[in-house]
Each structure stands twice: as structure tokens, then as C-alpha cells.
């Protein structure tokens, strides 16, 4: 029986665990049934290292990343291990990672960069058609991670052709801290705010998309499970595809095939999703996404 150890990047009790899981089993076919789960969830508590550790520990046939700081944490795993194991990702953000990739000298690895910065400039051109006075921009962002900061600069430099200021939120600060953040941008006129894909940021996405709602602040989210915890607009990936993509990789990998073989995948698929109930509470006149393709849920 193979045996997949397998670091997802939310807490066990979040509900998006088990679609993915599902999607995950989905994508490895017929040796879905022969394979065995080991799970660790590290983006809860930030000890990637000490998660990471314990999956190569167990020495299985193949590693899946969720996500970038599951990763790289995998990576200083098999190093510090002295092992070799191939690993499978579907959430890598950015083309800084890619290019980090080149450079890990492990042939082991493949999967799909979910996300890069150029997507930024969409999620600008969304938040001005919906709020087409819009003069400021709130962007969340993690100071401890290389993806995150370049997000959050690839925003600030293309705000510049739009006219508009950018003001950073901490989304490492405690949920006080970062509601009080939002409601103090909110109390201007003008303003949107844009939260980047991010493992720290989907943790928190709850108290960012409540503190957002509550001060009726428009805001643009990278996928649509945001929008399934009731954020207004998102564009992003398409998450569970990935999942199941990788997944497929995961099993020609464990059905014998060279991961060289397989190469890094740079996702072109994205998706547009409302929450209707929210776009009403929040005053959004969905009519001004058309020509746009969306799905209001």
C-alpha cells in the first residue's frame, strides 16, 4: 500500500478540509483505494518545521504541499533527514517561488503554481468597477513571507497607473488589531481593500472578511472558499481543480513514473464568484461585473 503524508496549510476543524481531501482522492484515480493518509496541519499554529518534520519522519512514498511555507518547510525537513522523498505542491503562489524552485536541487519535485502577481492587476480593475469612485486601496498582507510582500508590492505598483494609494494591513497582528485596522481605513470615503492569496490570510480569513462586511468595505478575495465564508468577490484559482491535478501527478508518481517527467505546472484557469447575500448587505450592483463571466452563490 502507498503512503502519502500529506501537510495541508488550514486547521483540521476548517470546513475546507474535507472538500479538498475529497478532490485530493478524486484526482488519484483507481489508487485512491490503496493509498494511506497521513495528515498534518501547520498553518494554525505557524510550526511548519515541527509538522514537516513528522511526515518525513514516517519515511512515506510521497509528500503533498498545500501550500508555499508547507513547501519549503518539507524541504528543510528532508535536508536536515538527510532524505529523499518526492514531493507534490498545488499552492504555490507567485513566480518568485518559481524561480526559487530552479534552484532547490531536488528532482523530486513538480505541481502547480497556483497564483502570480500579475494577477494583481485584475483584482484592481474589479475593485474599481465596483466601487468607481475608488481613490484608496487597503491590501492585507504577510510580512514574513517572500510571496506575500511581493503581492503586496505588485499591487502598489500597478495602484500607480490607476491613480490610487495603497495602505497595508497586517494580517499577522492579533484579530483586534486587524479588525481595527480595517474599520480605521473604512471610515474614510473611497476606499477597497484586496486580500492576496495566503496561508496566514486564509486562517484568518474570518475575522478579515467579518471586520469587511461590518464597515461595508468592498473587497476583492484570491478564491472562492473567501467567498463561501461570506466575502463579497473573489478571483482566484480554482483551488479544488489543482487539488485534484496534483493529485493525478501524485499517482503517476507512485505508479512509477520520474517526477522530471512531470514539470511545474503554471496554473491559467481562474474563476469569478459572489456572494449574493453579501453584495446586498454591502450595497453591490452586481450589473457593473457584466460582461464579466460570474458566479453569484
Known sequence: MARIGMFMNLAATDPQVQPRKDAFLKGLGSLGGSVQFTYEHGAADGKYDDHAAKLVEQSPDLLFASCGPSFWALQRALKNANKSIPIVFSGMIDSINAGRLSAVGNPGVTGYVSYD???CVTWLSLLKKIVPTLKRVAVTR????????TQYYAIQSAALSFGLTVSPIEVGDADAGITAAIKAF????NGGMIVPAGTLTACRRKVIIDAANQNKLHTIYP???YVESGGLIAHGAITLELY???AAYAAKILDG???????IVHNQKFETVVNGKTAKAVDVD???LQPEPVQVI
Open 142 to 149: 504577510d510580512s514574513d513571507r517572500r510571496a506575500g510582500m
Open 244 to 246: 485534484e491535478s496534483a
Open 286 to 288: 452586481l450589473s457593473v
Open 186 to 189: 473604512a471610515a474614510s470615503p
Open 257 to 263: 513514473r520520474d517526477p522530471t517527467a512531470l514539470p
Open 117 to 119: 502577481s500579475s494577477l
Open 223 to 225: 478564491n472562492r472558499m
